[in-house]
């Protein structure tokens, strides 16, 4: 794909890691090879295969077919040299810090990430020896400072959950290589249609595939990109943890991902027509959109993102009370965990993303008890608007 002229990012979502397979009987969809192993007729191709000398596979923890053209495909989106792939995205996320990372290293990040990463920060990183420095989200200054204390890695998530702060992916990138540290971005929340963190200094990026990329809310997986060097490293830990991706999982990621330009569009446009109606109703109290004018990092949102994304919150008045009257009320929302996928999801972070925070912890994180947040679906926006009037109606 890559010696091919430059296409555009809904062409690589449906052709992407697809068209160098060699195709089973001429299917036209990848196959999906269930095969645990893979036999040879000779010692000698079976050895060159072994030692990479020669295309092929061995065994599927190591590598399959299904799941090579799901890494292939998320690889040309993200343009990226190499990626390797996981059972899900925080199998990304460890198995690359346990690849990368040793004791005495020091990792600098934001207290903003996902709560999984948190707890990798907060209890399993310091056991291993690794210092975490967590700073304020939008503290660009500190964040630069503390860099330039000296860090092994710099590790970011933008937009953040759930709150959707933009951080400048650009300028901290600079900073970090200044100190000769690795950055390592999330793009989970902003999928390679919004934005590609290698083209702005990073040099790993991780998705949860089970999100955006897969969008039907039907398989986990995780997947790193990156250089050939890095993404060797992280693959050889991963082969040995043993976190893989199963070629099924692999096949509805692949299957998903086809639209994935298509439905990112719609939420982009989605999201941004609900947070600006939001923003005008009487209960609504605050909203957080990168595309609103009034987000604190807009300026930076539209320099690194070509769309907002479908993700946003907003908080309500009447809290915690006010949000347990009126989300059951939404009919075209599901109350659950997960995010990213066709159906419109809420739900409070009190019982997602912060659930194991005390109250003091989530003040602080600025997340106010009546929180909601919104991942926008691909149904018309008119009824997704005109379902959350009927719900909030019940509050006002
Ligand atoms: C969901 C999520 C993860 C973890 O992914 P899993 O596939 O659930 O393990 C990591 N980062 C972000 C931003 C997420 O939303």
Same mark, same amino acid.
């Given at each position: 794909?890559?010696?091919?002229?430059?296409?555009?990012?809904?062409?690589?979502?449906?052709?992407?890691?697809?068209?160098?397979?060699?195709?089973?009987?001429?299917?036209?969809?990848?196959?999906?090879?269930?095969?645990?192993?893979?036999?040879?007729?000779?010692?000698?191709?079976?050895?060159?295969?072994?030692?990479?000398?020669?295309?092929?596979?061995?065994?599927?923890?190591?590598?399959?077919?299904?799941?090579?053209?799901?890494?292939?495909?998320?690889?040309?989106?993200?343009?990226?040299?190499?990626?390797?792939?996981?059972?899900?995205?925080?199998?990304?996320?460890?198995?690359?810090?346990?690849?990368?990372?040793?004791?005495?290293?020091?990792?600098?990040?934001?207290?903003?990430?996902?709560?999984?990463?948190?707890?990798?920060?907060?209890?399993?990183?310091?056991?291993?020896?690794?210092?975490?420095?967590?700073?304020?989200?939008?503290?660009?200054?500190?964040?630069?400072?503390?860099?330039?204390?000296?860090?092994?890695?710099?590790?970011?998530?933008?937009?953040?959950?759930?709150?959707?702060?933009?951080?400048?992916?650009?300028?901290?990138?600079?900073?970090?290589?200044?100190?000769?540290?690795?950055?390592?971005?999330?793009?989970?929340?902003?999928?390679?249609?919004?934005?590609?963190?290698?083209?702005?200094?990073?040099?790993?990026?991780?998705?949860?595939?089970?999100?955006?990329?897969?969008?039907?809310?039907?398989?986990? =997986? #995780?997947? $790193?990109?990156?250089?050939?060097? &890095?993404? *060797?490293?992280? +693959?050889?830990?991963?082969?040995? !943890?043993?976190?893989?991706?199963?070629?099924?999982?692999?096949?509805?990621?692949?299957?998903?991902?086809?639209?994935?330009?298509?439905?990112?569009?719609?939420?982009?446009?989605?999201?941004?027509?609900?947070?600006?109606?939001?923003?005008?109703?009487?209960?609504?109290?605050?909203?957080?959109?990168?595309?609103?004018?009034?987000?604190?990092?807009?300026?930076?949102?539209?320099?690194?993102?070509?769309?907002?994304?479908?993700?946003?919150?907003?908080?309500?008045? =009447? #809290?915690? $009370?006010?949000?347990?009257?009126? &989300?059951? *009320?939404?009919? +075209?929302?599901?109350?659950?965990? !997960?995010?990213?996928?066709?159906?419109?999801?809420?739900?409070?972070?009190?019982?997602?993303?912060?659930?194991?925070?005390?109250?003091?912890?989530?003040?602080?994180?600025?997340?106010?008890?009546?929180?909601?947040?919104?991942?926008?679906?691909?149904?018309?926006?008119?009824?997704?608007?005109?379902?959350?009037?009927?719900?909030?109606?019940?509050?006002?």
């Amino acid at each position: 794909m890559e010696n091919k002229a430059a296409v555009g990012p809904a062409t690589l979502s449906v052709w992407g890691g697809e068209t160098e397979h060699p195709l089973f009987e001429r299917a036209t969809q990848v196959p999906v090879v269930h095969s645990v192993s893979f036999a040879y007729k000779d010692i000698d191709t079976w050895h060159n295969v072994a030692l990479e000398k020669e295309p092929g596979h061995i065994y599927s923890r190591n590598t399959n077919p299904t799941v090579r053209a799901f890494e292939d495909k998320v690889k040309v989106l993200e343009g990226a040299v190499a990626a390797t792939s996981f059972s899900s995205g925080m199998a990304a996320i460890s198995n690359t810090f346990g690849a990368l990372l040793r004791p005495g290293d020091r990792i600098v990040s934001i207290k903003d990430s996902y709560g999984g990463t948190n707890k990798l920060f907060t209890e399993f990183l310091p056991q291993l020896g690794i210092e975490v420095y967590l700073s304020n989200t939008d503290d660009y200054r500190d964040i630069e400072a503390e860099i330039g204390r000296g860090c092994r890695m710099l590790y970011l998530e933008t937009p953040t959950n759930p709150t959707l702060k933009i951080v400048d992916i650009q300028r901290l990138a600079k900073a970090a290589k200044a100190v000769g540290a690795l950055v390592v971005v999330d793009n989970t929340f902003a999928t390679p249609i919004n934005c590609n963190p290698l083209a702005l200094g990073a040099d790993i990026v991780i998705h949860s595939a089970s999100k955006y990329l897969g969008g039907h809310a039907d398989a986990l =997986g #995780g997947v $790193a990109c990156g250089s050939a060097e &890095l993404i *060797k490293k992280i +693959y050889h830990y991963r082969e040995i !943890n043993g976190a893989s991706l199963a070629p099924m999982d692999a096949y509805s990621l692949l299957r998903g991902m086809k639209t994935l330009s298509l439905r990112v569009q719609r939420q982009n446009c989605s999201a941004l027509k609900i947070a600006t109606w939001l923003m005008q109703q009487e209960v609504v109290e605050h909203v957080n959109y990168p595309g609103l004018s009034s987000h604190l990092h807009h300026d930076v949102a539209c320099r690194q993102m070509r769309g907002f994304g479908g993700m946003l919150s907003f908080s309500v008045k =009447g #809290g915690l $009370a006010a949000i347990k009257v009126f &989300l059951p *009320k939404l009919q +075209y929302a599901h109350m659950a965990a !997960n995010l990213g996928c066709v159906e419109t999801v809420v739900g409070p972070p009190l019982v997602t993303s912060h659930v194991e925070c005390t109250d003091a912890e989530r003040a602080a994180a600025g997340i106010p008890e009546g929180l909601v947040r919104y991942s926008t679906g691909i149904e018309e926006v008119e009824d997704l608007i005109a379902d959350l009037a009927q719900a909030l109606a019940h509050i006002s």
